[in-house]
């Protein structure tokens, strides 16, 4: 067997996030992740952006730690 090839039944085979996501961009089907997602807003994936591009794994995580941003984060979890 072929590394990759698939296994069984294709019909049983289930997408992964990334196969849906993938299918939504060559559709141009976006209605249900919305363009930003996976995050809320343009707002939301600027910080994300900037997160990536000026910290590393471990100041983004002591960040998201933060009681500030957590605070931020369950008041709009409450109004989600």
Not at 54 to 61: E, I, K, P, S
């Amino acid at each position: 067997m072929l590394a990759g090839a698939h296994v069984g039944d294709p019909a049983e085979i289930v997408p992964t996030k990334f196969n849906n996501i993938q299918h939504q961009l060559e559709t141009n089907d976006l209605s249900d992740s919305g363009v930003w997602g996976p995050f809320k807003d343009e707002e939301e994936w600027q910080l994300a952006k900037w997160l990536i591009q000026n910290a590393g794994q471990n100041q983004t995580d002591q960040f998201l730690k933060l009681p500030i941003v957590s605070l931020v984060v369950s008041q709009v979890l409450v109004h989600v």
